[in-house]
């Protein structure tokens, strides 16, 4: 590759996000709408060559395993075992109910099985990030309430997580024709990766990296950990699941070190420039006049999302005790659909199955 087309790449992509993301920031808005904003700019004004596609490519795949690395870093297993009880619960009620209500929305829709399950997994988590800051900026909860909605949001990762595993290999056949004894097998085979993966894996990579950072530099810690987490997404890739996955799998093992924190402040800046790199790659896949086109579809899957969210959480609210207050208010701070519904988007077109209509109505959808 032409060094030119590289650096110019680059300068292009990354001056651009950081000004749409200083925009929006200006109204209060989360950097990664600033980032997709940015792609959809380069796509529509930009005649972008073979080889700047070649560039994004690579760079958002590993700007995907550094975000779900660092999501992964993020959860406290012992924290969630002592409060996260109550977010379980919330997860456990709504996940489901929100996969089902999007793929009967789909059916509805004239989409095909297939298109329905996507569907229903896209739309069935909320965005930790844009939720942290609507509620900071509007303390209209109390600090107990709001780390119980991220410890939800934490929840809802996972649960997302658990979703793409499943659905993966019916993206990969494109064809929901799975017998019952088939899906039930894949299914356990997959929660047993998972399961073992971080039994052994919660042994094994804690001490691992303990080890390292008593007896060698920070330096030499953040590569060995950014080294796992690439090797785990490998491993995960090699038996069918999402790259993702693994990656996820590896910041989950590494958050029960001493140092997790560390390793996080750590790679902080590299995951920001590789995520931005993502969420343009996302931009670029959508085109002005398809936004336009799709403006009845991006309203109706929106609609679907905020309906089915305030629903379930609220449900989930109500079976657990809390008050209508609580339940209405947690309801609709969750109603800003997730950084997994770009992931789960992504890996669907990748697949073929949902076409460019259908992805530009989902990132129209969150955005």
Known sequence: MDDAILLTSLALFTLLAAACSILFNKIRLPPLIGYIVA?????????????????????????LVMLMFCIG?????????????????VAVIQLPLMVLGGAIGGILMGFNMVQC?????????????????????????????????????IMEDIGQVIILSIITPIMAT????IDINGLIVMIVSILVFMIASLIVGLRLIPR?????????????????????????AFLSTQIGLSMAIGAFLM?????????????????????????????????????????????GMIVVFYLLFAFLKV??????????????????????????????AFIIAAEAL??????????????????
């Not at 399950?117 to 942290?132: P, Q, R």
């Not at 494109?174 to 024709?177: I, L, M």
């Not at 449900?315 to 969750?334: H, K, V």
């Not at 990748?350 to 955005?367: H, K, P, R, W």
């Open 311 to 340: 629903a379930t959480v609220f449900l989930a609210y109500w079976i657990g005790d809390e008050t209508c207050r609580n339940g209405f208010l947690s309801a609709t701070s969750l109603v800003a659909m997730g950084e997994f």
């Open 73 to 89: 870093l993020e959860i406290n297993l012992r924290k969630i075992r002592k409060q996260g009880l109550f977010a379980i619960e």
């Open 251 to 295: 910041g989950m093992m590494i958050a029960a070190s001493r140092k997790s924190k560390d390793i996080n402040h750590k790679i902080e800046p590299m995951r920001d420039l590789f995520m931005a790199i993502f969420f343009i790659s996302i931009g670029m896949e959508i085109s002005v006049s398809s936004l336009i086109d799709n403006i």
């Open 350 to 367: 990748n697949y073929e199955v949902i076409d460019q209509a259908f992805y530009t109505s989902v990132v129209g959808a969150a955005l």
């Open 208 to 232: 691992a990296i303990n080890w390292v950072s008593d007896n060698v530099s920070d330096e030499i810690l953040t590569v060995f950990s950014v080294g796992l987490a690439f090797g785990m």
């Open 39 to 63: 792609g959809i700019i380069i796509a529509n004004v930009w005649t972008v060559s073979t080889e700047s596609h070649e560039v994004v490519e690579i760079l958002s795949n590993i700007g």
């Open 174 to 177: 494109n064809s929901p024709s």
């Open 117 to 153: 399950i996507v569907l229903g997994a896209i739309i069935s988590g909320s965005s930790t990030a844009v939720v942290m800051a609507v509620l900071k900026s509007q303390n209209r909860l109390d600090k107990e309430h709001i780390e119980m909605l991220v410890l939800i949001t």
